[in-house]
Structure formats: structure tokens, C-alpha cells
T-cell receptor, first 110, second 113 residues
């Protein structure tokens, strides 16, 4: 069975700083990986997904993630944080069913 | 396309009352899901459906029932609400498994007093 672990339930960065949200997965077969964002009082929206075409995946709002098989990781990054990036971020892994991580709440300080 | 819609957006119930949450999608997706989201616990799968007329239990199915009589609709029922069912409920749909992403509705905030 597949699973995903998000390291750090809360991450705080200053505006303009690098954003790094960590996700490690466990899967016995090559997985598909996803990052979702949830803004307050809204549903989840897809940021990006890895489907084995390229290991570096670019998503919306300047986010990207790199699939590293040797590290079983799919960390989400953004070079420069913006106040509007404050939200909760979920990593998910899919072989057949989709399994979500517990989420990381990102705070951006002015 | 409206995507995934949920009705109602908010509801307050008294313990023991019943209600039905409606999820509708206009993307012709086969798969539909009901999750609950509680602080610090992420998303937990309640029930899901892999096609019209089919339903299956997820991680936390107790106290809930579902029906998928039409492909575009997925109903979540609470027969006798309990305070432990106070939560935000999200519906999602998906075209297929594997590489396909889930599309989420805006959520229903339910309070049981």
C-alpha cells in the first residue's frame, strides 16, 4: 500500500524567502504524486502532479517539485514567497487509490 | 463547467437529527469521494464510489451512509448526527485512478450540537 509523509505541520517564511515543503512517499510500484493547495474556507486545488514524464514538475503560482526516486521524495519549492501563498498544502500519492498527507500550513511573514 | 458543487454550504444540527449532503459533478467522472477534514488530522476518506450504483467504505465510514443513484451525484447521509461528526465535509471526483487528479468541491461546514 502507498503512503505519504509530510515533514512539518507548520512552516513559516518571510516574504521573498524560499519556500520548501517536504513530502516523502512510500510505494512498492512507481507512483503518481500530487501537490494540492487549500486556501481558507475553500476546497483543495491542484498545484502540480508528477506522472513520470519529467522529474522536475512546474505548477501554478511559481511552484515546482522534483521527484527523487533515490530519496523517495517529492518536495515542493518556490523561490520567493508571496503573502498570497499562505495556505495549507497537501501532498498525495496515487497508484490506484489516492492517499493524502496530513498537510503543512504555510505562514508568510511580511 | 461548474465542476464539483456541494449543498448545503453550512448546516447546524442537533444531536440525533438526520441530514443529507449532496455532491454533484458535471465532468462525467466515474469516481467520487466523501472526505471529512478536522484540525490536525488532514483529510479522512469516509466513503467512495467507482461508478454509478456502486459504493465502498473508506477509512472512517461509521455513522455515515452514501448512495450513487446517478453518475453525477453522490449523497452522504447522517442518520443520527453526533457531536463527533462536527467537521468540514469535502466531496471530490476523479476521471479514473492512477495519474488522474481529484477535483474538490468547496466543502460543507457541519456543526452538531
Amino acid at each position: 500500500a502507498q503512503s505519504v509523509t509530510q515533514l512539518g505541520s507548520h512552516v513559516s517564511v518571510s516574504e521573498g524567502a524560499l519556500v520548501l515543503l517536504r513530502c516523502n512517499y512510500s510505494s512498492s510500484v512507481p507512483p503518481y504524486l500530487f501537490w494540492y493547495v487549500q486556501y481558507p474556507n475553500q476546497g483543495l486545488q491542484l498545484l502540480l502532479k508528477y506522472t513520470s514524464a519529467a522529474t522536475l514538475v512546474k505548477g501554478i503560482n511559481g511552484f515546482e517539485a522534483e521527484f527523487k526516486k533515490s530519496e523517495t521524495s517529492f518536495h515542493l519549492t518556490k523561490p520567493s514567497a508571496h503573502m498570497s501563498d499562505a495556505a495549507e498544502y497537501f501532498c498525495a500519492v496515487s497508484v490506484n487509490d489516492m492517499r493524502f498527507g496530513a498537510g503543512t500550513r504555510l505562514t508568510v511573514k511580511p | 463547467n461548474a465542476g464539483v458543487t456541494q449543498t448545503p454550504k453550512f448546516r447546524v444540527l442537533k444531536t440525533g437529527q438526520s441530514m443529507t449532503l449532496l455532491c454533484a459533478q458535471d465532468m462525467n467522472h466515474e469516481y467520487m469521494y466523501w472526505y471529512r477534514q478536522d484540525p490536525g488530522m488532514g483529510l479522512r476518506l469516509i466513503h467512495y464510489s467507482v461508478g454509478e450504483g456502486t459504493t465502498a467504505k473508506g477509512e472512517v465510514p461509521d455513522g455515515y451512509n452514501v448512495s450513487r443513484l446517478k453518475k453525477q451525484n453522490f449523497l452522504l447521509g447522517l442518520e443520527s448526527a453526533a457531536p463527533s461528526q462536527t467537521s468540514v465535509y469535502f466531496c471530490a471526483s476523479r476521471r479514473g485512478q492512477g495519474a488522474y487528479e481529484q477535483y474538490f468541491g468547496p466543502g460543507t461546514r457541519l456543526t452538531v450540537t
